[in-house]
């Protein structure tokens, strides 16, 4: 925000000079970025954060300098102006959308002269980056910079029906802006329209058909107050950015619209001549009911580590113009309308320690910390991460937008997005972690890197409905280059390590962006928790891989949920284990899972685990068949097991699986 020394100290005495004033800014919290001196001025370049639209404008600035400094503040002078005839007379106003228009002001002044504007008005309007237009316009502008309150003058004689209807735009209704774009409006937009047509974009900009020009003789001053976020969506669906929308977005000063309007009728009369009609068309939905905050003297100097008294107190919220009166323990202040920003206790603690002086809050020497232990969660992700990082994965922290054909490739049409008008790219917010762990393989791809494992524990945002939030849960995504065994292997180290009681099965399915046969659902403990496979050809050819990957996504929130909280611990085992290779010829509909569960079912304390090996199909298996190959582990706590003892334990596996399954043995 560019502001005038000039233009300051028509509204407080300031007697620092330039370089001084720009250090006493960012002390009272306005940084200055920036000073530019010029011929005959000094501008200041403030950064003013976003939930203080009062101090986009001087007379704000100013506000907060007479109360920082204890010096005067002098508003703009207006006395009584002279008027003829009635406003309500002269022009109507229908306000059909309240909740999108909570005011608007209309004022009428007839027999103005349109001509240049002086030469000491077009100086304080380029000193903050605005070029002089004519005297009506340029009065409007000097109003939006003098009080943050964006204004519009329009020919009255050009608005059918001499009245203002403020409402949403009706589907296919076009208007051009004075900018000279075609604006093609829809049922989200606000307007502002006369008897037949749009004759402006409501907080965003005017129209051309009934802008001021020379030939201007009566014109109608619109000052009002439009919701910030219709504003903000329908200035970023046009692609138009203004001052007056960047003000409304931010929210203006309900009161401070009558007392912006009558301003710039005060300086139009003295400019351009003509008559104010007697009064204002003004429709307020719901006027201003100031509310109160209170604080505690006692709670202030506790949250600032420093002691400001109670009166010093007072006086500081006194002169932000909040009215503060003493309430038992308390300070009751009187927010004005100005004041938005001011809704908790809080926020008064921060207003004394901004005109107090941040400077003066004492810096301890050693800042303590409440240690507190680590939460389930916390302890749930170490052991996921510990778990990957030993079975060879690292970590992936990816962007959590993408493209809805991303998203599409996927299965998930219905997505959570910004409007296009916003951002035109990656714009969705992400259903699954895929789609972006996939394109940090391609950019590992693209340096070199061949042998790819990453893994991401994210927030991932599923559609929830049109019109609700989006739903939101944590899921871990693994992509590797290896092979799906090793990748099922780290899933199941995942498993082993957070919950070592469930159990983890991947049951054959077709799910959406992986390939058919060569994907399946992830079941914990016979629940449905994810998915697993290979990516399709589309995905692949999509991103541009050229390896093929394997891809696991499961739910986190589950498996957290499955978590064990105590940890077991097994002594070191003193005597050898026994392997026995076991190959099993079933047919080919029989799978992983059955044969795990059916061995699993022979109870044999002995055995320890249960591992995979490989799968055959070929002449040897037989037609239909397959041979599956299995490592079965023994071991005993005391003493080294004999030949004798696993054969037998190995042959009561193998009856179980030939009368179950119906399998054949290779000698």
Excluded at 29 to 44: H, S
């Amino acid at each position: 925000m560019k502001i005038s020394l000039n233009w300051l100290t028509d509204y407080v005495d300031l007697s620092m000079p330039a370089d001084k004033l720009a250090e006493f800014f960012t002390r009272i919290g306005l940084p200055c970025e920036e000073v530019t001196e010029t011929a005959t001025d000094v501008v200041f370049d403030l950064e003013i954060t976003s939930n203080r639209p009062d101090l986009l404008g001087h007379i704000g600035v100013a506000r907060e300098l007479a109360a920082a400094t204890g010096k005067q503040f002098r508003p703009p002078a207006m006395g009584k102006l002279p008027t003829r005839n009635k406003a309500a007379d002269l022009t109507a106003v229908e306000v059909q959308a309240p909740d999108l228009c909570p005011r608007y002001t209309a004022r009428v002044i007839r027999g103005v002269k349109v001509a240049p504007s002086p030469r000491w008005l077009i100086e304080r309007l380029e000193a903050v980056g605005l070029r002089g237009i004519n005297n009506i316009v340029d009065v409007t502008n000097y109003v939006l910079m003098e009080y943050s309150q964006p204004l519009h003058s329009f020919d009255y004689d050009k608005l059918a029906g001499n009245r203002i209807v403020v409402r949403c735009a009706r589907p296919g209704e076009v208007m051009v802006s004075i900018d000279g774009t075609k604006c093609r409006l829809d049922e989200e937009m606000l307007i502002i329209a006369d008897a037949g047509k749009a004759v402006a974009i409501a907080g965003v900009m005017g129209g051309i058909d009934t802008e001021v020009g020379d030939r201007t003789a009566n014109v109608l001053i619109e000052s009002a107050q439009f919701d910030p976020l219709t504003t903000r969506q329908t200035s970023r669906k046009l692609g138009i950015l203004s001052e007056s929308n960047y003000r409304f977005e931010r929210g203006v000063d309900a009161v401070g619209v009558d007392e912006a309007s009558l301003r710039a009728c005060q300086m139009i009369l003295d400019l351009a001549g003509g008559e104010l009609a007697e009064g204002v068309v003004d429709v307020w939905a719901k006027p201003f009911v100031p509310p109160q905050v209170a604080l505690r003297p006692k709670r202030c100097c506790a949250l600032l580590g420093t002691d400001v008294p109670a009166e010093r107190q007072s006086r500081i919220l006194a002169a932000l113009g909040l009215s503060p009166r003493a309430d038992g323990d308390r300070i009751v202040c009187t927010i004005p309308s100005h004041r938005g920003d001011l809704r908790r206790e809080a926020d008064l603690v921060e207003e004394v320690a901004r005109l107090e002086g941040y400077d003066k809050i004492p810096v301890a020497q050693k800042v303590a910390h409440a240690v507190t232990a680590e939460g389930p969660m916390q302890r749930t992700r170490r052991q996921v991460g510990r778990a990957l990082s030993a079975a060879g994965f690292d970590e992936a922290l990816t962007y959590t937008f993408i493209d809805q054909a991303e998203a599409e490739l996927f299965g998930h049409a219905k997505t959570v997005r910004v409007s296009a008008a916003v951002r035109k790219t990656n714009n969705v917010l992400r259903p699954t972690l895929l789609p972006s762990l996939l394109r940090a393989c391609k950019t590992n791809q693209d340096v070199g890197n061949a042998d790819v494992g990453l893994y991401e524990l994210a927030g991932v945002f599923p559609f929830a409905g049109r019109g609700k939030l989006p739903g939101e849960r944590m899921e871990l995504s693994l992509v590797t280059t290896r092979d799906l065994r090793q990748l099922r292997g780290a899933l199941e180290a995942v498993v082993a390590g957070v919950a070592p009681d469930a159990r983890l099965d991947v049951r054959p399915a077709g799910v959406a962006g992986l390939e058919a046969g060569v994907a399946g659902e992830v079941l914990l403990d016979a629940r449905p928790v994810g998915v697993l496979g290979q990516v399709s050809q589309e995905v692949q050819h999509y991103y541009g891989l050229e390896r093929q990957i394997a891809v696991a996504s499961v739910s986190f929130d589950t498996l957290q949920s499955a978590a064990s909280a105590k940890r077991v611990y097994h002594a070191v085992p003193r005597f050898p284990a026994v392997r026995r290779d076991l190959s099993a010829i079933v047919d080919e509909s029989v799978t992983w899972s059955q044969l795990r569960s059916a061995i699993d079912a022979v109870v044999q304390p002995l055995r320890v685990s249960t591992e995979y090996v490989t799968t055959y199909r070929g002449k040897q298996a037989g037609a239909g068949k397959k041979s599956v190959t299995v490592t079965l582990v023994y071991r005993s706590g005391e003493g080294t097991l004999r030949s004798e003892q696993v054969d037998e334990q190995v042959a009561s596996v193998m009856s179980a699986l030939k009368q179950q399954l119906k399998a054949e043995f290779r000698a």
